[in-house]
Every structure is written in structure tokens, then in C-alpha cells.
């Protein structure tokens, strides 16, 4: 066999469905790879014979290797902060009450309108590089805090150049409908309008968005403009997803479900006939516990009934100044599971698997098989359920992107 690389002394979590065990856990594995790809992986004592002298073999030290970890929701670029919110929260203000006062998501905006390319650029980079030393490997990010024309794209541009810049494969999405522009106050539907006569043809020029996003919310975006919305997206030719139920029950997963979205964000208020029909239209359910932590939201997603129409969960950290400051995939492991009660094996899979099919990505990463992109990272555990378990000591040792070692 001629390879280019061999890794043995390791145990893989590939998470493959087709492999029994909620990891699909291969004990004493091996695995080898051709320029980007996974050719061979099972247990170490079949795996055939190399050519031990013109092969590089790489020893995992009796660690765990897992796909790479992929967060597919996020807000990574914004400007400024907004650490005062939070005292306020903590003197008793809501989270709308300050939205209403012209806090919350138009606070960032003023601030990123105000950030050059290359302050985005830099807080970006830093930004991923915290997720990249956790095992990161792909990762979602939206516009959303300029809301006017230029901003929107010198974000979205940002995003792009953040993937050029780093190994992370960056996908994007374009939330110019995140909430209402600060000229649009008093007319959200001539806002609605300029997104989609104005905002969209021009990202769709540039090829900056692989995805559509709408906050569809009462402190948003109503579910008729909402769907005014992702129907004009979808007729651009992106996938689109929404933000839905997160704060009261508008509906929104039904409308997006029924345009075929890839993923519905947040669902703390989702009900039955929600879960049901996205379970009908194969969109997964993304979950966002760093939200519901740091907003001390009391009401759960409906968990049981997404486990029950067999739903694909898909965890991500939100990262965003208002309602999840935390840079942090391996934080939301643990906390899917100490808040929603998500056991680590779909935790495991809502940052893997789920998250590939809810970027539409899932012929490529999320499961270690054959055939797959070697997206991969080298844990120092001595078993999966430790990702979720225990936060701080990171034990991320390596990654492995499109078959290449990445030093960092
Ligand atoms: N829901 C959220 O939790 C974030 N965006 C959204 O639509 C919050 C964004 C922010 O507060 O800056
Ligand atoms: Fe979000």
C-alpha cells in the first residue's frame, strides 16, 4: 500500500453511524490518508501492509481522534462589547428591554460600522484562532451588525478572508435581517425591501454568502416578512436557515421547515407540531446553550420530542457581545449537557456530524470513514466522553485539516 501518511496508537471516535456505539468507536485503531482524504481506517491489526521506510507514521500516544470540530452557528465578527449590557442585566433589565432602548444587537452595529477592515480582520483572527486551539476545524460565520450595504459586505468579504487566512474553512452566512436597520425604525418592511432589491443582489454579485439567516422574533422580524424574505433568498440560489423560538413561539421552524432550510437556531419555545414539521422536512434543530446560559433562559428546548422524530441536533456556541460572549465549541460540549441534558455522544455529534449536514457539508466532514476529507483532531483523553465532561485543561494536541498537520 502506498499512503502519505499513517496514524496509529490512537482510538477513534468517527462518529459514523454506520459503526455501532454512539461514537462509532474504533479501540486501537489506525487510519491512513491520500492527500486529503481518509483511504483506510478500522482496527489496527488488519490494516495491511505499508511500506514502513517511505511512509510517514504518526503516533497518537493511546489518545483519541475525533472529526474535526465544526461550529456551525456563529457570530465571530463583530466590534466593541457590551459588558455594560450585562450589568445592567444584572440590575434587573432584560435582555428586550434593552434591545427596545436602542441597546442589544444596534449597539454592535454602531461599533462594527465604525471598525476598518483590518480591526474586523484582526479581532476575527483572533477570534478563531481561541476556537482553532480547541479543535475547530470549519466554522460558520454571519454577518448581521451592519446592517446597511457596506457594512454587511465588508463583513461578509472579512469572513471570506478569514478562510483564505487560515486553515479553519470558514462558510458564511448573510443575516442583514438580524434586526432592524437603525434608518429603517419606523418602516421594517422598507428595510425588508432594501435587503432583498438591495443588499442581497449585491452579496450574491460578490459571491460572499453560502447560507441566508433571518431573526425572526417580535423584536425582530414577523414570520410574513420572514418568509418574504427566505423566499427570495431561496430563489437566489443560497440555503437558508433561521433563527426561531428563541424568545416566544412565532412559528418560524413550520415557515422554514417548509421552504426547505437547512437548520432552525435556538428553539427554547419550540412546540410539537414544530418539531414535527421539521423532523418531515429533514432540517436539523441547532441548539445554542451559550444562550441560554448567559440570558438565564428558564424554558428548555423540547429535547425529548427532538429525540423522539429523530431530529439531528446540532450544537454551537452562538458567539456573539449580547446573548453568548463565549468563545468557547468544547464550553457548549459541557454545557449541552449539564443545561439540556444532551448525553456527550450527541454532543459529540451535534459539533460534528449534525453540524456538517446542517452546512450542508455532510459528503465531506463530520464522520471519519473512507472516502472523507481527513478533517481530524488528536485528543489527549482516554475516552470521548471526557470532551463534554471537563472544561479548562484543554486537551486538544493536534489537527489534521484536508490531510495536512497543522502546527499551532
Ligand atoms: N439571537 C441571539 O441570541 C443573537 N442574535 C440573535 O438573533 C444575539 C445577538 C446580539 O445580542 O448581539
Ligand atoms: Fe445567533
Redesign the pocket.
Known amino acids: 500500500m502506498e499512503w502519505d501518511q499513517v496514524w496509529i496508537d490512537i482510538n477513534i471516535a468517527s462518529m459514523d453511524p454506520a459503526l455501532s456505539g454512539g461514537y462509532g468507536e474504533i479501540t486501537d485503531a489506525a487510519m491512513a490518508i491520500i492527500n486529503d482524504k481518509i483511504v483506510w481506517i478500522g482496527p489496527r491489526d488488519q490494516l495491511p501492509a505499508f511500506d514502513v521506510l517511505s511512509t510517514p507514521v504518526y503516533r497518537g500516544g493511546g489518545g483519541w481522534i475525533t472529526p474535526g470540530l465544526i461550529d456551525a452557528h456563529t ?1 465571530l465578527l ?1 466590534a466593541g462589547n ?1 459588558a455594560n449590557e450585562f450589568e445592567m442585566r444584572l440590575q434587573g433589565a432584560s ?1 428586550q428591554d434593552i ?1 427596545k432602548a436602542g441597546g ?2 444596534l ?2 452595529v454602531k461599533a462594527t460600522r465604525a471598525a476598518s477592515d483590518a480591526d474586523l480582520f484582526e479581532l476575527g483572527r483572533k477570534r478563531l484562532n481561541a476556537l482553532a486551539k480547541e479543535g475547530v476545524t470549519t466554522i460558520e460565520i454571519k454577518s ?2 451592519g446592517l446597511e450595504l457596506d457594512t454587511e459586505l465588508k463583513i461578509l468579504r472579512v469572513a471570506r478572508e478569514l478562510g483564505k487566512h487560515h486553515h479553519v474553512d470558514v462558510k458564511t452566512t448573510f ?1 442583514g435581517a ?2 432592524v436597520a437603525p434608518e429603517y425604525q419606523h418602516d421594517s418592511d422598507a428595510y425588508v425591501d432594501a435587503i432583498i432589491n438591495e443588499m442581497l443582489p449585491a452579496v450574491m454579485a460578490e459571491n460572499l454568502a453560502d447560507a441566508f439567516d433571518v ?1 425572526c ?1 417580535n423584536i ?1 422580524f414577523s414570520p410574513e416578512q420572514t418568509a418574504k424574505l427566505l423566499r427570495a433568498a431561496k430563489t437566489a440560489g443560497l440555503d437558508i436557515k433561521l ?1 426561531a423560538e ?1 424568545l416566544s413561539n412565532l412559528g418560524g421552524s413550520q415557515l422554514a421547515a417548509s421552504l426547505g432550510a437547512k437548520s432552525v437556531d ?1 428553539l427554547e419555545y419550540l412546540d410539537e407540531a414544530g418539531v414535527k414539521a421539521i423532523a418531515a422536512s429533514g432540517t436539523c434543530a441547532t441548539l ?1 446553550p451559550g ?1 441560554f446560559y448567559f ?1 438565564r433562559e428558564t424554558k428548555l428546548p423540547p429535547i425529548e420530542l427532538l429525540r423522539q422524530y429523530q431530529v439531528p441536533m446540532v450544537i454551537a456556541s ?1 458567539y ?5 460572549p463565549i468563545c468557547s465549541t468544547l464550553l457548549m460540549l459541557n454545557m449541552a449537557c449539564t443545561l439540556f441534558r444532551l448525553t456527550p455522544a450527541e454532543a459529540l455529534a451535534g459539533v460534528t456530524r449534525h453540524a456538517a449536514k446542517a452546512l450542508g457539508i455532510e459528503d465531506k466532514v463530520g464522520v471519519l470513514a473512507v472516502g472523507m476529507q481527513a478533517d481530524f483532531c488528536l485528543w489527549d483523553i482516554t475516552h470521548p466522553a471526557e470532551l463534554a465532561y471537563s472544561y479548562g485543561t484543554n486537551p486538544f494536541k493536534h489537527a489534521v485539516k484536508a490531510g495536512k498537520l497543522i502546527h499551532q
Open positions: 457570530h463583530f457590551r435582555y434591545a442589544g444587537i449597539a454592535t448581521g451588525y443575516l438580524h434586526a431573526f422574533e425582530a433563527h428563541q435556538h445554542l444562550a440570558l452562538d456573539n457581545p449580547g446573548s453568548s
